[in-house]
Nanobody
Framework: QVQLVESGGGLVQAGGSLRLSCAAS????????MGWFRQAPGKEREFVAA????????YYTASVKGRFTISRDNAKNTVYLQMNSLKPDDTAVYYC???????????????????WGKGTLVTVSS
């Protein structure tokens, strides 16, 4: 019912910036919270950021606060993750996710999302 496609990953030097996009299709988009998660090599998938359906409320994991910004354009069915001041520790595959029931706040504490994209790789070099 829902398909999520991430884009915008790539190789960037430490201190640089990238903007990830997640395009959604197949179901009504506006009413659902969406989030970004990431998984680094040898580590578990972790929460990065989430945004409410309206775009008025956002949540971030502590390690990215002040550096990353999640936003959405419901007219384009797209969620973004602007990543600034990137660090080598940010290197990971980044996944977007949508859940039909969870609030943005709840997404920060749960990894059982209803729909996942296939991920986009972000590599930050020193």
């Amino acid at each position: 019912q829902v398909q999520l496609v991430e884009s915008g990953g790539g190789l960037v030097q430490a201190g640089g910036s990238l903007r990830l996009s997640c395009a959604a299709s197949g179901r009504t988009f506006n009413n659902y919270a969406m989030g970004w998660f990431r998984q680094a090599p040898g580590k578990e998938r972790e929460f990065v950021a989430a945004i409410s359906g309206s775009g008025t409320t956002t949540y971030y994991t502590a390690s990215v606060k002040g550096r990353f910004t999640i936003s959405r354009d419901n007219a384009k069915n797209t969620v973004y993750l602007q990543m600034n001041s990137l660090k080598p520790d940010d290197t990971a595959v980044y996944y977007c996710a949508l859940d039909l029931r969870l609030s943005a706040q709840a997404m920060a504490a749960s990894y059982g999302m209803d729909y996942w994209g296939k991920g986009t790789l972000v590599t930050v070099s020193s």
